[in-house]
């Protein structure tokens, strides 16, 4: 039960990471004309990021 909660935990953080650093790229590092490509690129993978870090963190209080 132990290591089903860290791995829920790996799994929540990880897609958090990942939403706060494709955010972060896209409005402050990116610059210019290039800003525009890469939020559009990333829209995806922020979409994907927020539905598994919902589900990972409904499975976290459930394990809690």
């Known amino acids: 039960m132990e ?6 935990r ?3 953080f990880a897609a958090v990471f990942i939403l706060f650093g494709s955010i972060a790229f896209g ?12 939020v559009q690129r990333l829209a995806s993978w922020q979409r994907i ?3 598994v870090a919902a ?3 409904v499975v976290w ?4």
Not at 61 to 64: D, G, K, M, R, S
């Open 10 to 12: 790996f799994v929540h």
């Open 61 to 64: 209080l459930a394990l809690a």
């Open 3 to 8: 290591s089903l909660v860290a791995v829920c």
């Open 49 to 51: 990021a927020i539905w």
């Open 55 to 57: 589900l990972s963190a």
């Open 27 to 38: 409005s402050v590092i990116a610059a210019g004309q290039v800003r525009a490509l890469v």
